[in-house]
């Protein structure tokens, strides 16, 4: 933070004067364009310096003179009048907050370009299928209000709630800092972590807050507001009766429609233009007034899109005296943006519940007694040790020292503490990790194991961040917050998974960004060359109906929606070009163990060579295997531990081809899998060769147990470990035409008698393969195949790396996420099956919407052409009309709602909405009534 001393002081420019209360009066309300500082960076320097350069703020990158050197020149000597110290925050922040309106790709991009202007942002996205946009911000070069107003002149206004600044009134405040009451809400704005601020009839101030800010963000907002207002800042949550960008548009093109109705009865009856003229003007104006602040805000931030487009329509038809298409255009121009909204916001409540987010805020119990640091404190060196740590005794303690009330906080996650208790309710997403101190309920764990009924949890259990609590509520005691957080970086790459955009998107945006171009230019051309004599409407209307809104949501919608239906099947999807591609597999090749079994073989029999202890031989084969994870191995350990033997000590255990080797007494001993015993020369006894032919007829497991060139044991595994669904698996895949192979490092006597049980044929079953057989087999089926590869993630990741789709299964606490293209739970193999159909699903989305929106645009840009119609209203109409259908042909793959359920309850909405308006707008502007209040909230405890 840095300490500036800011001298109010006369200036002269042009001889012309400033008075010295007005330039006082300027500073202290933010007006950037008259703000002029006189900074001491340097400590050296005194408040008696004569003569100081004037700082002016820089606001836009890539302008290298802000203020012209002229007039610089023309700043005269200051004479110092008086001086204040005041703090200027700075730092870089990371920040996010939901956006109102973001609908699709076009606006996304319009607003990162706008915001990609300013000097204090870097590193920005904006996500049209979560609508949010997270920045980093430096309050040195610009603030965050401005960020956001930027955006709320695009029509995007932060949504988020007002609180009100309890106890605070704007005509104190302006008499505190000596300004006026209509520069205080200026004067806020220039505060860090406010987004917008109103100051209503009755002086209230009402604030929008940046949400979950963190600590140092938080201090500095804080600091800033209790320094303005003389007291530490309260809030209540309230709800403002001020009209969001969104909400005037509505309510004009809601008011347009009597003064349409009027147009054209005064038409019937042969009303005098000039009145005619003057109804549609109002309409137009009331109407438009929000479409045509949007169009210029476009334009200052130099972007083309459909709210400049319709604009210029509906100016064109005004001045060609078509008043009723006007008013047309208005009116669906209104509609069909809410409507869209509406639809997008649907889709997105259907996309929820992935695992692909943590909640900013939790609730926090408030203790009634003071005593829990006090009894902590001797063991404070375990907040540094992971959450794991935290003893059971030490819990306790807490838990004797601390009497939890019915009070709660609702905080940032950054201020949430380990031993913190928190509330989760039903169906509240999960904030912390932690140990469930009271109630019961049940957890949703399909994200992370497929599991789809809720698993029962109750005290003492522990419950994961990022998961849903079905059913509640309970009370947690917090173990692990943010990044120490168990599925956290799970959590981290599902999120950007979803926020990648597929290349068919970034063809589809390079297409259009020709394409518009095209359309503002060829119109012309066409009006000049074909039409030279008519008037310029067929301008107007080849703008409107050429407008590629549709197009840049065929794409994002299906992605975003299937990544989160795939995402609450517990799978994990790198993006939505992996779910184009596994729509196009048709071979799939399968590793046996983990997927199709669970990796759990049994002891079958154990047959010792004569003349050898059989416990001894038992050890010795602990001995060899008690550093492995292969199946076989954990079912040998278990075997011993049930029959109380203990294991040997062998030295010197390394891998070799399809085993284990290492040195007992100087010998080398081996356990190898049966059917390479010639390559090692391994001399077989009667009884083991016998016990060999057996198994094999069986469709057991084996392998030999041998020291140097003899065999000492045989161990037969019995693969009854089949999961269910794995015949239906290989049933459904058939049907779908898609061919399956089994690659397994097991012999193929074993695998063969597998394949028989699942329904596969013998020639399908391959056996006795390494994991470097393996990548050479996928890769040959690759040439002539779209390939799959199936594993555990672990020991398959060469051969998932060289398929096509790389599928790694296990829970998401356990497989490696870098091996494969998708993660999916290995408890459900019918998944895969489910994961497929989904794909080709959204391909098919993807492609009918392709398909629709270039159609529908060719076909009326055909029309308009071939002067088929010349109604702007009829273009926008089915213009706005394909949007929506691309928005709901996507949405649906969420699988909540179908098209027409999701279009049924949006139509409500637009019933509701538009009451609701006119209420707000009459309370208002005519009744105004006292801000109803939520209880006090001490935003240390943010919003």
Same mark, same amino acid.
């Given at each position: 933070?840095?300490?500036?001393?800011?001298?109010?002081?006369?200036?002269?420019?042009?001889?012309?004067?400033?008075?010295?209360?007005?330039?006082?009066?300027?500073?202290?309300?933010?007006?950037?364009?008259?703000?002029?500082?006189?900074?001491?960076?340097?400590?050296?320097?005194?408040?008696?310096?004569?003569?100081?350069?004037?700082?002016?703020?820089?606001?836009?990158?890539?302008?290298?003179?802000?203020?012209?050197?002229?007039?610089?020149?023309?700043?005269?000597?200051?004479?110092?009048?008086?001086?204040?110290?005041?703090?200027?925050?700075?730092?870089?922040?990371?920040?996010?907050?939901?956006?109102?309106?973001?609908?699709?790709?076009?606006?996304?991009?319009?607003?990162?370009? =706008?915001?990609?202007?300013? !000097?204090?942002?870097?590193?920005?996205?904006?996500?049209?299928?979560? @609508?949010?946009?997270?920045?980093?911000?430096?309050?040195?070069?610009?603030?965050?209000?401005?960020?956001?107003?930027?955006?709320?002149?695009?029509?995007?206004?932060?949504?988020?709630?007002?609180?009100?600044?309890? +106890?605070?009134?704007?005509?104190?405040?302006?008499?505190?800092?000596?300004?006026?009451?209509?520069?205080?809400?200026?004067?806020?704005?220039?505060?860090?972590?406010?987004?917008?601020?109103?100051?209503?009839?009755?002086?209230?101030?009402?604030?929008?807050?940046?949400?979950?800010?963190?600590?140092? !963000?938080?201090?500095?907002?804080?600091?800033?507001?209790?320094?303005?207002?003389?007291?530490?800042?309260?809030?209540?949550?309230?709800?403002?009766?001020?009209?969001?960008?969104?909400?005037?548009?509505?309510?004009?093109?809601?008011?347009?429609?009597?003064?349409?109705?009027?147009?054209?009865?005064?038409?019937?009856?042969?009303?005098?233009?000039?009145?005619?003229?003057?109804?549609?003007?109002?309409?137009?104006?009331?109407?438009?007034?929000?479409?045509?602040?949007?169009?210029?805000?476009?334009?200052?931030?130099?972007?083309?899109?459909?709210?400049?487009?319709?604009?210029?329509?509906?100016?064109?038809?005004?001045?060609?005296?078509?008043?009723?298409?006007?008013?047309?255009?208005?009116?669906?121009?209104?509609?069909?943006?809410?409507?869209?909204?509406?639809?997008?916001?649907?889709?997105?409540?259907?996309?929820?519940?992935?695992?692909?987010?943590?909640?900013?805020?939790?609730?926090?119990?408030?203790?009634?007694?003071?005593?829990?640091?006090?009894?902590?404190?001797?063991?404070?060196?375990?907040?540094?040790?992971?959450?794991?740590?935290?003893?059971?005794?030490?819990?306790?303690?807490?838990?004797?020292?601390?009497?939890?009330?019915?009070?709660?906080?609702?905080?940032?996650?950054?201020?949430?503490?380990?031993?913190?208790?928190?509330?989760?309710?039903?169906?509240?997403?999960?904030?912390?990790?932690?140990?469930?101190?009271? @109630?019961? +309920?049940?957890?949703?764990?399909?994200?992370?194991?497929?599991?789809? =009924?809720?698993?029962?949890?109750?005290?003492?259990?522990?419950?994961?961040?990022?998961?849903?609590?079905?059913?509640?509520?309970?009370?947690?005691?917090?173990?692990?917050?943010?990044?120490?957080?168990?599925?956290?970086?799970?959590?981290e790459a599902v999120h950007s998974f979803k926020e990648q955009k597929p290349e068919i998107q970034n063809l589809l945006e390079k297409f259009t960004a020709i394409w518009v171009p095209i359309v503002l230019f060829g119109a012309l051309a066409v009006w000049y060359f074909m039409f030279p004599s008519s008037d310029w409407k067929i301008i107007l209307l080849l703008w409107v109906v050429a407008c590629p809104c549709a197009?840049?949501?065929?794409?994002?919608?299906?992605?975003?929606?299937?990544?989160?239906?795939?995402?609450?099947?517990? =799978?994990?999807?790198? *993006?939505?070009?992996?779910?184009?591609?596994?729509?196009?597999?048709?071979?799939?090749?399968?590793?046996?163990?983990?997927?199709?079994?669970?990796?759990?073989?049994?002891?079958?029999?154990?047959t010792i060579a004569k003349g050898r202890q059989k416990k001894a031989t038992l050890g010795l084969a602990g001995g060899l295997e008690k550093r492995s994870s292969h199946p076989y191995a954990h079912a040998i350990l278990e075997y011993l531990k049930d029959q109380d033997i203990p294991v040997s000590q062998v030295t010197g255990i390394t891998d070799v081809e399809a085993g284990v080797k290492g040195l007992v007494s *100087?010998?080398?001993?081996?356990?190898?899998?049966?059917?390479?015993?010639?390559?090692?020369?391994?001399?077989?006894?009667?009884?083991?060769?016998?016990?060999?032919?057996?198994?094999?007829?069986?469709?057991?497991?084996?392998?030999?147990?041998?020291?140097?060139?003899?065999?000492?044991?045989?161990?037969?595994?019995?693969?009854?470990?089949?999961?269910?669904?794995?015949?239906?698996?290989?049933?459904?895949?058939?049907?779908?035409?898609?061919?399956?192979?089994?690659?397994?490092?097991?012999?193929?006597?074993?695998?063969?008698?597998?394949?028989?049980?699942?329904?596969?044929?013998?020639?399908?079953?391959?056996?006795?393969?390494?994991?470097?057989?393996?990548?050479?087999?996928?890769?040959?089926?690759?040439?002539?195949?779209?390939?799959?590869?199936?594993?555990? +993630?672990?020991?398959?990741?060469?051969?998932?790396?060289?398929?096509?789709?790389?599928?790694?299964? *296990?829970?998401?606490?356990?497989?490696?996420?870098?091996?494969?293209?998708? !993660?999916?739970?290995?408890?459900?193999?019918?998944?895969?099956?489910?994961?497929?159909?989904?794909?080709?699903? !959204?391909?098919?989305?993807?492609?009918?919407?392709?398909?629709?929106?270039?159609?529908?645009?060719?076909?009326?840009?055909?029309?308009?052409?071939?002067?088929?119609?010349?109604?702007?209203?009829?273009?926008?109409?089915?213009?706005?009309?394909?949007?929506?259908?691309?928005?709901?042909?996507g949405a649906r793959l969420a699988g909540k709602q179908g098209m027409m359920s999701m279009l049924g309850s949006i139509m409500k909405t637009l019933w509701s909405d538009t009451v609701a308006v006119f209420l707000q707008f009459k309370q208002h502007y005519f009744t105004q009534p006292a801000a109803q209040k939520s209880p006090e909230i001490d935003l240390h405890a943010t919003s």
């Open positions: 933070m840095n300490i500036r001393i800011i001298f109010t002081a006369r200036l002269s420019f042009n001889h012309a004067s400033i008075d010295e209360e007005q330039y006082s009066r300027s500073i202290m309300a933010g007006k950037d364009e008259e703000e002029f500082f006189l900074s001491l960076e340097d400590e050296k320097q005194t408040p008696d310096a004569k003569k100081s350069k004037v700082k002016i703020p820089k606001l836009v990158k890539n302008k290298t003179k802000v203020v012209d050197e002229e007039l610089e020149k023309q700043i005269l000597d200051a004479e110092v009048l008086d001086d204040l110290v005041v703090e200027q925050p700075n730092g870089i922040f990371e920040v996010e907050w939901p956006l109102i309106g973001m609908d699709c790709p076009d606006c996304a991009g319009k607003a990162f370009n =706008a915001l990609d202007h300013l !000097m204090q942002t870097t590193e920005v996205k904006i996500s049209a299928t979560t @609508g949010e946009v997270s920045l980093k911000v430096d309050l040195e070069h610009g603030l965050l209000s401005q960020v956001s107003s930027v955006l709320k002149s695009l029509g995007h206004p932060p949504d988020v709630s007002f609180y009100q600044l309890s +106890g605070v009134n704007a005509r104190v405040v302006a008499k505190r800092n000596k300004i006026e009451v209509k520069e205080v809400e200026k004067l806020l704005l220039r505060q860090p972590g406010v987004l917008d601020v109103e100051v209503n009839r009755d002086n209230e101030i009402l604030v929008q807050l940046l949400p979950a800010p963190n600590k140092k !963000m938080l201090d500095l907002r804080d600091k800033s507001l209790e320094r303005i207002t003389g007291t530490k800042p309260v809030f209540s949550e309230v709800s403002s009766t001020r009209l969001r960008p969104d909400q005037w548009r509505l309510f004009g093109g809601a008011l347009s429609v009597p003064l349409l109705i009027l147009i054209l009865i005064g038409e019937l009856l042969a009303i005098p233009p000039i009145v005619i003229g003057l109804i549609g003007s109002l309409g137009v104006l009331i109407g438009g007034l929000q479409m045509f602040h949007e169009a210029i805000a476009s334009l200052m931030s130099r972007q083309m899109g459909f709210q400049v487009l319709t604009s210029i329509a509906v100016i064109g038809a005004s001045v060609l005296g078509m008043w009723e298409e006007a008013l047309m255009v208005v009116i669906l121009v209104a509609v069909a943006s809410h409507l869209e909204s509406s639809a997008l916001e649907k889709a997105r409540d259907a996309m929820q519940g992935g695992l692909d987010r943590i909640p900013r805020t939790a609730r926090r119990m408030l203790s009634k007694t003071k005593k829990i640091k006090e009894a902590i404190k001797p063991n404070t060196f375990t907040l540094q040790m992971a959450p794991s740590t935290i003893s059971s005794s030490e819990s306790l303690l807490y838990n004797q020292h601390c009497e939890v009330s019915d009070e709660h906080e609702v905080i940032s996650l950054d201020l949430l503490e380990i031993r913190d208790i928190i509330e989760v309710r039903s169906g509240e997403l999960i904030p912390a990790d932690g140990k469930i101190t009271d @109630g019961f +309920g049940a957890l949703d764990k399909a994200p992370l194991t497929g599991e789809s =009924a809720p698993v029962e949890v109750e005290l003492g259990d522990e419950i994961q961040a990022g998961l849903i609590l079905a059913r509640g509520p309970v009370l947690v005691e917090v173990t692990a917050v943010g990044d120490d957080t168990r599925l956290s970086g799970l959590i197009l840049l949501l065929a794409a994002a919608m299906p992605h975003a929606a299937a990544l989160s239906r795939a995402s609450r099947m517990g =799978a994990i999807v790198r *993006g939505g070009d992996i779910l184009e591609r596994l729509s196009k597999v048709n071979h799939i090749l399968l590793d046996k163990t983990g997927t199709l079994t669970s990796g759990k073989p049994t002891i079958g029999d154990v *100087g010998k080398e001993v081996y356990f190898i899998r049966a059917d390479i015993a010639d390559k090692y020369k391994i001399s077989i006894g009667e009884e083991i060769s016998n016990a060999i032919t057996k198994a094999k007829k069986q469709g057991y497991g084996m392998s030999l147990l041998a020291r140097d060139d003899t065999a000492l044991a045989l161990f037969t595994f019995i693969h009854d470990d089949t999961r269910s669904g794995s015949k239906e698996l290989i049933h459904g895949f058939n049907k779908r035409s898609v061919s399956i192979e089994i690659l397994s490092g097991d012999q193929q006597s074993s695998v063969s008698s597998f394949a028989a049980q699942i329904g596969l044929p013998d020639q399908s079953a391959h056996g006795g393969l390494s994991p470097e057989q393996k990548v050479a087999w996928v890769e040959k089926r690759s040439q002539t195949h779209v390939t799959m590869m199936v594993g555990d +993630g672990f020991n398959d990741s060469a051969a998932l790396a060289v398929a096509d789709v790389g599928i790694a299964v *296990g829970t998401g606490e356990s497989v490696n996420m870098e091996a494969a293209d998708i !993660m999916f739970p290995g408890d459900e193999p019918k998944m895969l099956l489910e994961l497929h159909d989904l794909s080709r699903k !959204m391909n098919n989305a993807l492609i009918v919407n392709i398909a629709l929106s270039v159609i529908i645009t060719f076909t009326l840009v055909f029309a308009v052409v071939n002067g088929w119609y010349d109604e702007l209203w009829v273009g926008v109409l089915i213009h706005e009309a394909s949007v929506l259908l691309v928005i709901l042909n």
